[in-house]
């Protein structure tokens, strides 16, 4: 029984990895096309073919007749020191004549774990693809959407009274009466169910809430006030509703939530990534002892450094300008959208080497909001002012990039 236990996962091993190594090649082997390598966070990191603007630039570029390929290895919740560890690597791999990059966001916070990691390299499972392949199938959340409100959450137009409710508080103000009304109505409707569900509703009217540009304070502290809803509902590990508590909570400078919502957190050890415990030592900046303790709690895999008033964006803009310096690679330090430049993006610009190219992603994105709504736009507001695009705000960005290819294409600049 054993024997045949350990053939069927050497077995299994081996055609993953057959899988992997011919999907690979399809992917990357394609030396008649011109090779763009693209790196950021989650902004260009949404894998959501063909949502993100990578895969979208691509599909321009091959439409007007330039054949290019876009090597998206932008990662979630990174930094800049994370990218710039992977770049060479990347560099050799897919040799790419263009770079673009939109980075440096994750970097401003005032203390940080010592080192970030892309995959969890300590444990050695993990170089297995059966290991990752069951872990795959076997990973659910202990607080899994109730099938009765499943169409509740996906269709407003099956549900109308749902839509009646985001409709309400989202123009409702927040000590206002009818604000109140509706989160009497909403309480009359989760009257009888579980505790589980009555989280996973108001996790989601803390997601969906319609936001817009103007009141921001406001609209954040409704969701903020939604999300503890859930999390104090919560039977099980807390999972990424934490995070996203967290990072309101900051936003809305409601310091005193954080010690209850990392208590949350703690329940699921498992889920203190990087980007929960850079949150958890900015909202309590001026308790460093308690932040050590929660970094001791997240495990081994970080460790605390202290304070960090300087970032390193603007050095590791200029290591990755060295970076190039003596190859015939090209690079575009892009803007977020409705940024201006940024320190890094500044230094290189003043380098002015004739390879490094600054675009921003600024008035394109100011011209859209005056025909469009922040939520045609972008799908959150992470970062206040912007958030993670759309596929209409994704294709404000890869038309962004892919005119100034042509651009670069008509001066016969980068190897086009």
């Given at each position: 029984m054993v024997v045949?236990?350990?053939?069927?996962?050497?077995?299994?091993?081996?055609?993953?990895?057959?899988?992997?190594?011919?999907?690979?090649?399809?992917?990357?082997?394609?030396?008649?096309?011109?090779?763009?390598?693209?790196?950021?966070?989650?902004?260009?990191?949404?894998?959501?073919?063909?949502?993100?603007?990578?895969?979208?630039l691509e599909a321009q570029l091959n439409k007007e007749n330039i054949p290019a390929v876009v090597y998206n290895e932008a990662r979630f919740a990174t930094t800049t020191s994370a990218i710039l560890e992977n770049t060479p690597y990347y560099l050799h791999k897919y040799k790419p004549k263009l770079i673009i990059t939109m980075m440096g966001i994750n970097d401003y916070h005032l203390i940080w774990p010592k080192h970030f990691v892309l995959t969890d390299k300590k444990n050695p499972l993990t170089y297995f693809k059966t290991y990752k392949f069951f872990k795959y199938l076997t990973a659910s959340s202990k607080l899994k959407e109730p099938e009765e409100l499943r169409g509740v959450i996906s269709s407003d137009l099956e549900y109308p009274k749902h839509g009646q409710i985001l409709k309400k508080l989202s123009e409702a103000?927040?000590?206002?009466?009818?604000?109140?009304?509706?989160?009497?109505?909403?309480?009359?409707?989760?009257?009888?169910?579980?505790?589980?569900?009555?989280?996973?509703?108001?996790?989601?009217?803390?997601?969906?809430?319609?936001?817009?540009?103007?009141?921001?304070?406001?609209?954040?502290?409704?969701?903020?006030?939604?999300?503890?809803?859930?999390?104090?509902?919560?039977?099980?590990p807390a999972d990424g509703t934490a995070s996203w508590a967290l990072h309101l909570a900051i936003s809305t400078h409601q310091y005193h939530l954080c010690k209850e919502i990392i208590d949350f957190a703690k329940r699921d050890r498992s889920k203190m990534e990087e980007t929960f415990l850079l949150r958890v030592a900015t909202c309590l900046k001026d308790e460093p002892d308690y932040v050590k303790e929660v970094f001791v709690h997240a495990g081994d895999n970080f460790e605390f450094r202290g304070t960090a008033l300087e970032t390193p964006v603007k050095t590791n803009y200029i290591r990755l300008a060295e970076l190039i310096e003596d190859t015939d690679i090209c690079w575009i330090a892009m803007g977020y959208p409705r940024r201006p430049a940024s320190e890094g993006m500044l230094a290189v610009s003043e380098s002015r080497d004739e390879k490094i190219f600054v675009l921003l992603n600024q008035n394109n994105f100011e011209d859209a909001l005056k025909t469009h709504t922040f939520d045609e736009v972008f799908e959150d507001k992470f970062a206040i002012d912007f958030g993670h695009s759309t596929f209409y705000g994704n294709s404000l960005i890869a038309s962004n990039v892919f005119e100034f290819i042509k651009k670069l294409k008509s001066k016969k600049l980068c190897g086009l």
């Open positions: 045949f236990a350990v053939i069927f996962l050497i077995s299994c091993e081996l055609l993953l990895r057959s899988i992997a190594f011919f999907t690979q090649t399809k992917n990357e082997i394609q030396s008649d096309k011109y090779p763009i390598l693209t790196l950021g966070e989650s902004t260009t990191a949404r894998n959501k073919k063909p949502v993100d603007w990578p895969a979208q103000s927040l000590q206002s009466k009818e604000y109140q009304n509706v989160l009497e109505e909403v309480e009359a409707f989760l009257k009888n169910k579980p505790d589980g569900e009555k989280a996973l509703y108001y996790k989601h009217l803390s997601e969906k809430l319609p936001q817009s540009p103007l009141n921001k304070n406001s609209d954040l502290m409704k969701n903020l006030d939604f999300v503890m809803k859930a999390l104090r509902m919560i039977p099980g």
